[in-house]
């Protein structure tokens, strides 16, 4: 049977033995997922990547068994066993247990409860776990320090995991740089990340001598971790089919979830805390190697998302390629070092200026200050965000209280010495000359991003916003042409001596924060490199 015809049958809840009242699926890059009432389903897909080789039954069923031995090490009573499919009738069914004449072998765990996972926990509006770095240290430590088996590796060998797993990862990059991935960042991350082994050799070859090159998780992310209340953490999902992917220097494993944390919005006092239980214990943490390998594991995750951009349903492929410009974004920040500056997005609404003004505050590791969420803070309980044109919180006199209010906390964020992006239109010339006078004021630089987009797509963008939300901004194509008619030249109200660039987003990818971020670093207020002190996180 062909294998979509099994996926297709296991969606029905007659396939299985247990009480299953609908059957919810998931598909990843590797995995066929069935949600099927109290357990999960876990199906490999038969691909075949240069890190993974799911190609025949027989190496499909050989993770099976992998990963249900390799996750008990992380968690209790969740991966129950193996299960078999096989035929019955013109469909198939699911038999607990392993069989030698099964069609496939799935992994079967107890299905957990996704408000449990801590994605979920770290997400807006929900509530946080309590004492969370202690309690993954709690889980983590004693794995990374005691269970985990040290890997038998020469890491300042080129062929060593150690080395070649981040290397290989490069490499298979390198095909999507300039679309979807910004070119100039990923050629400045990539001669980063490969320079950095064969300039601290002996740290690498210590971290072997030392035990800390040991056999761990391999994935170790928040959707990977569920913290009920009251119950032990559980951690699941590890790298079953690649044992190459698990040896790593447990640095490595730790900085995958450390990233993955600061992405999703933990407290930085949580990465502080959970580094030091880590250094506490007796494992040393140098920072320059956790960033090294944060860096690694934010561009295996731009991977991930890149090879599903051949999947058939185009808003599937948008959400792809944006969330891999994002996580390059996130690796960026690890190795870019940044001056204080003001750096003012400006554009019609629709172009696409807070999506790039996210990810060009990442890189920065600046501060991202948008009119969009000023507005809405002064305006709550006060006055209706969803109005039209000069109504509500766009009536005449709003625009400077919201102004007032981005370029007080903008001076804020400057006088502690930290860069900030200004997101907004930046339509009128007094704006600009407001934020050229807070640049002289502070005694930094200028730049301006000119964000320009072909008006059919904006219109687009205004009405897919309309239709779906998941952004702040209320902006309609009304909204638009009226901008378009009060428009003046970019350059008008600031000094001749800023730095300007101008970005077209009408493709359908990431916009390129590459640009604005080369002309920072030609005007020698950006450079590349790991530091080897300093905060993880600010």
Known sequence: MEFDRIVEALRSPAAYPWSVGSVDYVETHISSVFLAGDKVLKLKRPVRFPFVDFSSPALRRRACEREVVLNRRLSDDVYLGVASIVPDGTGVRVEVGARDDALEQATLMRRLDPADMLDARLSPGASPPADLARSLAGRLVPFHRDAAPPCVADPTDPTSPVLRIPT????ELRRFAGTPLSGYLMGRIDDVLRGFPTEHPSLFAGRAVD???REGHGDLRCEHICMPDGSPLQVIDCVEFN?????????SDLAFLLMDLHHRGAPPAVIRELVRAYEESGIPLPVGLLRYYWVHRALVRAKVHCLQLGHPDPQRRAVSSAKAGHY???????VCTAAPMVVVMMGFSGAGKSTMAGD?????SADRIATDAVRAALAEGSAPMAAGWGEGAYASGWDDRVYGRLFGLARERLAAGRPVVLDGTFLHPSRRAQAAALARERGVPLLVVHVTCDETVVLRRLADRAEHGGVDSYATADTYRRQRAMASSPETGLPPDLLLVEVDTSAEAPADIGA???????AGLVTFGIRGTGDLVT
């Open 360 to 364: 060009l505050a990442m890189a920065l």
């Open 168 to 171: 290989e990862n490069l490499d």
């Open 516 to 522: 604005p971020i080369a002309r920072l670093e030609a």
């Open 328 to 334: 390059v974004a996130v690796a960026a920040a690890q």
């Open 211 to 213: 035990g800390w090159v």
């Open 243 to 251: 044992a190459d992917l698990r040896c790593a220097d447990v640095a």
